[in-house]
């Protein structure tokens, strides 16, 4: 991030800020003075102060950020306790499958307890959430999810599938503090490990993958590769194969860079709002 | 994801900090996009000079170490497909080819996105590589698919841009389903071992100095990333 450019667009864009924060000279001294005080790492709160003083916003970027990891953190919740609960439950077969559920579950108990601390050292108040909280039947939608393994998979490959659009389509909120965007990159891709591996899985498994559907390690179209119609909004729009504008199917003359191979190749966002109604049925 | 879709995510991430009415003035010129606009008016593109390829400066320049990446990534996985190594199983060959499509479909994405502002194509230098040897190609895939996802990590915090950020985010997390696909062929349950992640169960987050010197080893042009942003 660029401060000064930041600062020269919206000078461009609102020729008022300045007079907002007094004067230029008198915002970039406060905005030396803060510097000078704070930590590195908490440079952009300070800049967001300035935004808070020069708008009078009820909603400055610090609130927007702890807003953000708090959704992120209520997303580790949830995947932290159907781990939790599934490694528990005796369904899952000894060995590889076993050893690499507990390796998600860690790693998921991991991020907890990571965006927890971090809301905290941010000032602001972390959610909490309990293995009461969870219904993870959403609502008697998957009944035997931890009493059918194929079912136990396909609810896992969702959530990750799910977590990577979520953390995708927050990025955007968190662009203005460095420290804690590539914290939340730093997750993203976690997930996306996990969801690979959690499709692989099924894959070898066989179970719930409708018929004449290949389940990959990626998204193909806007195919979920569960044979159940309650999981589609969290692969919806997957289908993309326009790029900012770009056509990706047959790029550069490759032809075999077909709608499958142009979907695959870059997975989707999903705002908070469809996030929110997609984990909405696992909360009790 | 439509262009409409993408200003309104970047409204949505903005409104808040900057009254609608004002940030239309942003909206109008970002929806148009896409990589020579806005942000990235003081942009340099990239050049070259000799055998140095500088990756230029700004968003832009951020735009052009990504596809540099791309180019080297792109080049390796048609190697290997063009010759297999000897033992290759089906299930090795359709991962393969897949992850072949993504990879040259993310370079001729950034090719195109980055127009005229584009850095040359770089000449790949696979000669520590044996491609008839699994053991040597998974290898080498796994290091760059790691390599891949640090870069795209460490440099989404170098954009200037909403919009690319979104972009890097779409792709970063395709290359970390790579990583995890070439490391559980090559040793199963390692997709997401501690050999990438911390014990906050984070993956890493590399600079671009950090990334192109590994990188660098399979290019015969020298890249240089002196403009690029550093926060």
Not at chain 2, 212 to 222: D, M, P, R, S
Request: glycine residues 8%.
């Amino acid at each position: 991030m660029n401060l000064q450019n930041i600062f020269s667009e919206i000078e461009n864009k609102d020729p008022e800020i300045l007079e907002r924060l007094n004067t230029r000279r008198n915002a970039m001294r406060d905005f030396a003075k803060f510097s000078g005080k704070v930590a590195i790492a908490s440079l952009p709160f300070a800049l967001g102060s300035m935004f808070k003083k020069a708008y009078g916003s009820p909603t400055a970027p610090t609130d927007i950020i702890i807003d953000t990891l708090n959704f992120a953190l209520t997303l580790e919740f949830l995947e932290s306790n159907f781990y939790i609960k599934a490694v528990a439950s005796g369904v899952i077969p000894a060995g590889q499958a076993t050893s690499d559920l507990t390796t998600i579950r860690d790693h998921e108990n991991a991020h907890v307890a990571f965006l927890t601390s971090a809301i905290s050292a941010a000032g602001g108040t972390p959610v909490t959430y309990t293995a009461a909280s969870f219904d993870f039947t959403a609502k008697g939608t998957f009944p035997t999810v931890f009493s059918d393994y194929g079912l136990l998979l396909a609810v896992a490959q969702t959530f990750e599938d799910t977590g990577v659009r979520a953390y995708k389509g927050q990025a955007g909120n968190l662009i203005t503090n460095n420290d804690y965007l590539t914290a939340a990159l730093q997750i993203h891709s976690v997930e996306a490990r996990h969801a690979a591996h959690l499709r692989a899985m099924r894959a070898a498994n066989g179970s719930l993958i409708p018929a004449g559907v290949t389940v990959k390690p990626w998204i193909t179209l806007n195919q979920s590769g569960i044979d159940s119609p309650a999981v589609q909004p969290s692969y919806d729009g997957e289908e993309a194969t326009s790029q900012a504008n770009v056509n990706i199917i047959g790029i550069g003359g490759n032809s075999y860079i077909d709608d499958k191979a142009a979907s695959e190749a870059f997975d989707e966002p999903l705002t908070k709002d469809q996030v929110t109604a997609i984990v909405t049925p696992f909360f009790a | 994801m439509s262009k409409n879709e993408l200003g309104d995510n970047l409204i949505l991430s903005a409104k808040r900090n900057v009254s609608r009415r004002r940030f239309l003035g942003y909206a109008g010129a970002t929806s148009a996009l896409i990589i020579t606009a806005a942000s990235c008016k003081k942009d340099q593109a990239g050049s070259t000079s000799g055998n140095t390829v500088d990756l230029g400066s700004g968003d832009t320049g951020v735009l052009n170490y990504a596809y540099a990446l791309e180019q080297l990534e792109a080049a390796f996985y048609i190697q290997v497909i063009t010759s297999p190594y000897s033992g290759i199983s089906a299930l090795e060959m359709s991962y393969l080819s897949d992850v072949r499509d993504h990879e040259v479909a993310h370079r001729e994405f950034f090719k195109a996105a980055l127009a005229g502002s584009a850095i040359q194509g770089l000449t790949p230098d696979f000669s520590s590589i044996d491609f008839t040897s699994r053991t040597s190609v998974l290898g080498t895939a796994k290091a760059f698919e790691d390599l891949g996802v640090t870069a795209y990590n460490g440099a989404g915090k170098l954009l200037v841009s909403a919009d690319y950020l979104l972009i890097a985010g779409k792709i970063v997390s395709v290359e970390a389903r790579h990583a995890a696909t070439i490391r559980d062929l090559i040793s199963p349950g390692t997709f997401a071992d501690m050999t990438a992640l911390d014990a906050n169960g984070l993956d890493t987050a590399n600079t671009p100095s950090t990334v192109l010197a590994t990188a660098g080893k399979y290019i015969k042009e020298t890249i240089s990333a002196s403009k690029l942003p550093t926060s």
